[in-house]
């Protein structure tokens, strides 16, 4: 996980500190904190590493082997399906760093591309949620100027550019990030590697500079999205009270709410998975500077609930699609060879004769 790692003090019961080795000490700490915490966590990751690639890997098969599943809302699902799967890929190699993060065995280039990767994806997780509420917010706010405007065309091109943004955003990971080693000890300096910040990213601020950026990615999305979800609200709202409605508008609008409901959970999930992550963040930047064991030691605990909660947010997605998506699980039986039976066809009407249906469940508005 993208954490930047610089511990001063292992979150166990008892003090292991580097600062705190005696000379009767001949290495250097395996890892950070207690066996059992780092057996539960290990578990737990695993679970949700099984979970998440195998319903990750789901969700971009049923958008890009099936025609009508590739509306412009799910492009932008497929796209964060990307992200999650990515991220869980890197769990390995971040749950090795947890058992024993120094010495570091794998070289500079890795732990440098390992943190830039997770960056990345985090980015452009972010980028893709926010893009994707706008469009929905415009898909039901102004329809006709969204049919025009929103394209699937336009909607590839966009998640490229959010890509490219997350990137470049993701950039100065290459700097902030290093393998150094602990010149305050009297051992074998070899032993002592670590993937950590490096210390000129702590002594010219860029690593400063770095975490308000990962909060303002975090901070503004969320405000960003809290207001167009209120709009929205109050525009359904508004039209639920009406009392002249066809029944074309009627199933339109019912396929908003169910929408919209969807990915207003898939937002709360990731509000909540993600907050812990950026507090832990923080209480680690100020006890850089601060010098506090009592910051070391909350930022310590944080962060290894944030390590679950961040592969969490990577893994729930797929679960959130299929709970409250009936047209996701019916392609995802088409995708298994079963036939639902079970699942309700919407548009069994005598409209669907003329194709009224398919034209109600467009490309703005038709979705997992």
């Not at 009767?24 to 990751?45: E, G, Q």
């Not at 993937?195 to 690593?207: R, V």
């Not at 503004?220 to 109050?234: A, D, E, N, Q, W």
Request: with cysteine; charged share 15%.
């Amino acid at each position: 996980m993208p954490s930047w790692p610089n511990h001063t003090q292992c979150v166990s019961l008892s003090n292991c500190s580097w600062e705190n080795y005696n000379s009767t000490w001949d290495f250097p700490p395996l890892n950070l904190y207690s066996i059992p915490l780092l057996t539960a966590t290990t578990v737990a990751c695993s679970l949700l590493f099984l979970v998440g690639v195998a319903g990750n890997v789901m969700t971009i098969l049923v958008v890009s082997k099936y025609r009508d599943m590739r509306t412009t809302t799910n492009l932008y699902l497929c796209s964060m399906a990307v992200s999650d799967l990515v991220i869980l890929l890197c769990m390995p190699l971040d749950l090795y760093r947890m058992w024993r993060y120094r010495p570091w065995r794998f070289g500079d280039a890795l732990c440098k591309l390992f943190n830039f990767v997770s960056e990345l994806c985090t980015y452009s997780t972010i980028l893709s949620i926010t893009a994707l509420s706008v469009e929905r917010y415009l898909a039901i706010c102004f329809p006709l100027r969204a049919k025009a405007l929103v394209t699937k065309r336009r909607v590839r091109a966009l998640i490229l550019a959010l890509w490219t943004v997350s990137m470049m955003s993701a950039g100065p990971v290459f700097v902030v990030v290093g393998v150094e080693r602990d010149n305050r000890s009297d051992m074998d300096l070899e032993d002592t590697r670590e993937c950590k910040m490096t210390h000129y990213a702590m002594e010219s601020g860029l690593m400063g500079a770095m975490m308000w950026l990962s909060s303002a990615f975090f901070v503004m999305p969320v405000f960003c999205l809290t207001v167009l979800y209120s709009l929205i609200g109050r525009k359904l709202w508004q039209r639920h009270r009406e009392t002249c409605m066809s029944s074309r508008v009627a199933h339109r609008e019912r396929s908003n709410r169910q929408t919209i409901k969807m990915l207003v959970v898939v937002v709360f999930a990731f509000v909540l998975c993600w907050l812990p992550f950026h507090v832990g963040r923080y209480l680690q930047f100020r006890a850089q500077y601060a010098q506090s064991q009592l910051l070391s030691m909350l930022s310590g605990y944080c962060n290894l609930i944030s390590v679950v909660l961040f592969y969490l947010s990577a893994a729930i997605n797929p679960i959130l699609y299929n709970t409250m998506s009936w047209k996701y699980r019916r392609a995802a039986a088409r995708l298994f060879g079963v036939t639902d039976n079970n699942q309700p066809h919407r548009c069994r009407t005598a409209s669907n004769l003329k194709g009224e249906c398919s034209k109600a469940w467009n490309e703005s508005t038709a979705s997992f």
